[in-house]
């Protein structure tokens, strides 16, 4: 997706911004994809996030030292594919599939396995769910990724050009508070400018924008932690430049569960921000 959040060392060769022509040329392939996906709706963005489901779900089977043809890992994977594919005619059913998947796993001894698939499961149906709303899925989509990706961009830019001290040098040392600050205004600005174009308060719109952001920063950091109990620099090597599902992910997959539960709150048809 777009540029990530602050790695944690900067390209040996090109100095603090040595490693951002791979991430833009990455994002320019990752991003036209995923608003595809969103623009569309239906069945391609179903597809889409089953795809994506099933990447995390095996990124997750190899962090735990696990082989994803194993008896646990094709529990993982298949259960996190179904359980998105079912959301959105079922997110119940959905839930209920991977609360299956996790109990299969964590009857195997695999408890580490178990804890991934209800990590990713929740993100995946809440993604699908909030999509599949005729009136306002695109409108809440498009606002909860350009969140997470504005606040991301916002950490990166603040963090490489302000520095300063570290939001949690024992998570993820490369994290500044600057950074924070930064995809915070950012993750606003998303909020502020959704009221203007497309109607709502502004206070309304900037909050909600805010408190996404907020979960977003939390999910990378939340991600930085569980690498850092893994012993790996990245989940992967599937996006050059940027690393794996789960790097790019992370924001996304903390704050689609709080988005769909705030879409719960205010109703079908309602957009998120108005």
């Given at each position: 997706?777009?540029?990530?959040?602050?790695?944690?060392?900067?390209?040996?060769?090109?100095?603090?911004?040595?490693?951002?022509?791979?991430?833009?040329?990455?994002?320019?392939?990752?991003?036209?994809?995923?608003?595809?996906?969103?623009?569309?709706?239906?069945?391609?963005?179903v597809?889409?996030?089953?795809?994506?489901?099933?990447?995390?779900?095996?990124?997750?089977?190899?962090?735990?030292?696990?082989?994803?043809?194993?008896?646990?890992?094709?529990?993982?994977?298949?259960?996190?594919?179904?359980?998105?594919?079912?959301?959105?005619?079922?997110?119940?059913?959905?839930?209920?599939?991977?609360?299956?998947?996790?109990?299969?796993?964590?009857?195997?001894?695999?408890?580490?396995?178990?804890?991934?698939?209800?990590?990713?499961?929740?993100?995946?149906?809440?993604?699908v769910w909030?999509?599949?709303?005729?009136?306002?899925?695109?409108?809440?989509?498009?606002?909860?990724?350009?969140?997470?990706?504005?606040?991301?961009?916002?950490?990166?830019?603040?963090?490489?050009?302000?520095?300063?001290?570290?939001?949690?040098?024992?998570?993820?040392?490369?994290?500044?508070?600057?950074?924070?600050?930064?995809?915070l205004?950012?993750?606003?600005?998303?909020?502020?400018s959704?009221?203007?174009?497309?109607?709502?308060?502004?206070?309304?719109?900037?909050?909600?924008?805010?408190?996404?952001?907020?979960?977003?920063?939390?999910?990378?950091?939340f991600?930085?932690?569980?690498k850092?109990?893994?012993?790996?620099?990245?989940?992967?090597?599937?996006?050059?430049?940027?690393?794996?599902?789960?790097?790019?992910?992370?924001?996304?997959?903390?704050?689609?569960?709080?988005?769909?539960?705030?879409?719960?709150?205010?109703?079908?048809?309602?957009?998120?921000?108005?």
């Open positions: 997706m777009p540029v990530p959040a602050e790695p944690p060392a900067a390209s040996a060769n090109g100095g603090k911004w040595g490693d951002l022509l791979v991430r833009v040329l990455s994002a320019a392939v990752l991003v036209p994809l995923a608003l595809g996906g969103i623009w569309i709706g239906a069945w391609p963005w597809a889409l996030v089953v795809a994506i489901a099933a990447g995390l779900g095996a990124e997750w089977v190899a962090l735990c030292h696990e082989h994803w043809l194993s008896p646990a890992g094709l529990v993982v994977i298949v259960s996190l594919a179904l359980a998105a594919a079912l959301a959105s005619r079922s997110p119940l059913a959905a839930l209920a599939l991977a609360a299956l998947g996790t109990m299969l796993a964590a009857w195997r001894g695999k408890r580490r396995l178990a804890g991934g698939i209800f990590y990713i499961a929740l993100a995946s149906i809440a993604l909030l999509r599949a709303d005729p009136r306002a899925g695109r409108g809440d989509i498009l606002f909860v990724m350009f969140t997470v990706w504005a606040s991301d961009i916002g950490a990166y830019l603040a963090g490489r050009l302000i520095g300063g001290a570290k939001l949690a040098p024992r998570i993820s040392p490369g994290k500044t508070w600057s950074g924070a600050v930064g995809g205004a950012a993750a606003i600005g998303v909020g502020l959704a009221a203007a174009l497309g109607g709502g308060g502004a206070l309304h719109a900037a909050l909600i924008a805010a408190l996404l952001g907020v979960i977003a920063q939390g999910g990378d950091l991600e930085s932690f569980l850092r109990r893994f012993g790996v620099k990245d989940s992967g090597h599937l996006i050059p430049g940027h690393g794996g599902l789960l790097d790019r992910l992370d924001g996304v997959l903390a704050a689609a569960p709080i988005a769909a539960l705030l879409a719960l709150c205010v109703g079908k048809g309602v957009l998120l921000w108005t």
